[in-house]
């Protein structure tokens, strides 16, 4: 099972906090993770476009071809804005 | 020590804290401290009213990186981050950050790096009442390239 949880813009676009969704080998990196979300729905592609989009696995921030692995827990959110 | 909370800060308690923590030894004679409050105007636009939002866990682990990071750079006693979430109205405190050397300079710069760090790195996300509605506070450029001064040759 992954956890994928939202913030900001991004949460508010697709209306959820968070969803739950089977691990399977096919999902081989946060690339394939963020396409798979994005065949949701319109507001998923809106909210999950990669240009204004920083994501996190384990809550450490990195980057797209990061390899997934079962029990991961993986952030979505835009570009941040505290201070 | 860093502090993620919805409640105001009080800025004497934490210059206390800061000076007479056992981490921050009686030669560290310099203090330089950061306070960030609500402006009541951004782009151009009036402000009524702010709401921050953060990553609970993410945010307070990304904060001890950026101690630790500043910790290995420059020689300063232990670091304070109050960082408030939640409702805010203009002039509210929002940020507070703390910094204790032997000396001025090392402090100065700690506490500048601390500051443009939490900016690009930490998980919280504004959002403004104006007079248009609410509306997420966008990511600047500027605050990427006073970040970038940092970055070691």
């Known amino acids: 099972m992954l956890t994928i949880v939202f913030f900001a813009q991004t949460r508010e676009i697709i209306d959820q906090g968070s969803v739950n969704i089977e691990f399977t080998t096919q999902l081989k990196d946060l690339e394939t993770l963020r396409l798979l979300l994005i065949s949701k729905g319109d507001n998923w592609d809106l909210a999950l476009q990669r240009d204004k989009l920083l994501v996190a696995v384990n809550q450490q921030m990195t980057g797209w071809d990061t390899e997934l692995k079962d029990g991961d827990e993986v952030a979505f959110f835009p570009p941040v804005t505290g201070g | ?153």
């Open chain 2, 1 to 153: 020590m860093i502090k993620v909370q919805q409640n105001d800060f009080d800025i004497a308690k934490l210059y206390q804290q800061l000076t007479d923590n056992q981490l921050n030894p009686n030669g560290y004679g310099a203090i330089v401290t950061f306070v960030g409050k609500v402006r009541d105007f951004n782009q151009q636009q009036h402000v009524s009213a702010m709401a921050l939002e953060h990553y609970p866990g993410m945010t307070e682990k990304s904060l001890q990186q950026i101690i630790e990071q500043a910790k290995a750079r420059w020689p300063i006693g232990e670091p304070i981050i109050i960082h408030r979430v939640g409702e805010l109205q203009p002039g509210d405190q929002i940020v507070y950050i703390g910094v204790t050397s032997a000396h001025r300079k090392a402090a100065f710069e700690a506490c500048e790096f601390l500051i443009d760090y939490l900016k690009i790195k930490a998980p919280f996300w504004k959002k403004e009442q104006t007079d248009t509605g609410y509306q997420w506070v966008d990511a600047r450029d500027l605050d990427q390239h006073a970040a970038s001064k940092w970055i070691e040759q």
